[in-house]
């Protein structure tokens, strides 16, 4: 049976997977016969062109059941492979099903089918299910808390509600907030032509340089520093520019805090009685 099911699972990669799971209109011997007599003739004689006929003739459950759970999901996840991982599943409900158990096929094989879908979409996630499951704990007692309340969940009351304290409930804390990834391919929005933009497209590039903002901010810096001193120029520089603090930009001018925090001060207020003069000016034009 296994080396039969080795065979049938490679012809079925090729006859099905590959032609995107369409069942073919050609005809077999098999479709003039009742389906329960095609199921002893399985049973009794399990060989691959009985097999190929059950699959096709119960293709339509994999396809249904993809359809269902893929209507959840990501745009970015693909229905035929969720249906190949189907096949998968339907192949075994065939080898499991019992006709003496009075149990309709397509109820038998639903879960097969869904479970092998399910198992594939689990492989392919970077989480482990017990992260999963922690995340689903938490973030259902904060929602229920904040429900009740009418306000975002406290630590302490998110902690009491799941009855865990101390280092477990930081662990359930830390993998509450896993780090997620997203497919640079998924869709962000659909645009006016029809056409999906994907992230990709929308992605902003930090290390790109805007030389109109990059021109502005130059033009700026000499406007506010047009007219002070050397010492002056530097205070609003290291300040403004590079982030530096009172007492730092002291001791690299050798100053005392306090003397910067005055000179910035005055500068402020030297700016400040310009700009509403150049206000003044463009008002009158």
Do not use: C
Not at 64 to 84: K, Q, T, W, Y
Not at 211 to 230: A, F
Not at 257 to 266: C, D, I, L, P
């Amino acid at each position: 049976m296994s080396a039969l099911k080795s065979s049938v699972r490679g012809g079925l990669r090729g006859r099905f997977i590959v032609r995107h799971a369409e069942p073919s209109n050609l005809p077999t011997p098999f479709d003039k016969l009742p389906i329960n007599d095609v199921w002893k003739k399985y049973k009794k004689d399990p060989n691959e062109a009985i097999r190929n006929f059950l699959m096709e003739k119960f293709l339509h459950l994999v396809r249904f059941n993809a359809e269902r759970i893929h209507a959840r999901l990501p745009d970015e996840v693909d229905i035929e492979d969720l249906m190949s991982a189907g096949l998968f599943g339907l192949m075994d409900a065939i080898d499991s099903f019992d006709l003496d158990r009075k149990v309709k096929f397509e109820t038998f094989s639903a879960n097969r089918i869904r479970g092998a879908i399910l198992d594939e979409l689990r492989s392919m996630d970077w989480v482990p299910r017990l992260v999963r499951h922690r995340t689903a704990k938490f973030d259902q007692a904060r929602q229920q808390i904040e429900m009740e309340l009418g306000r975002p969940a406290t630590d302490t009351e998110v902690s009491q509600r799941l009855g865990i304290q101390g280092e477990e409930f930081d662990k359930v804390k830390r993998d509450s907030s896993a780090v997620g990834t997203r497919s640079l391919n998924q869709r962000a929005f659909q645009s006016d032509g029809g056409r999906d933009v994907r992230e990709i497209d929308v992605v902003k590039d930090d290390s790109q340089v805007n030389p109109l903002g990059d021109l502005q901010r130059r033009d700026l810096k000499e406007l506010i520093t047009k007219g002070l001193s050397r010492a002056e120029r530097l205070i609003v520089i290291l300040y403004y520019y590079e982030g530096m603090t009172m007492k730092e930009i002291g001791a690299t001018l050798d100053l005392s805090e306090s003397r910067v925090s005055q000179m910035h001060s005055s500068i402020l207020a030297r700016l400040k009685a310009q700009l509403q003069h150049r206000l003044k000016e463009i008002e009158e034009d």
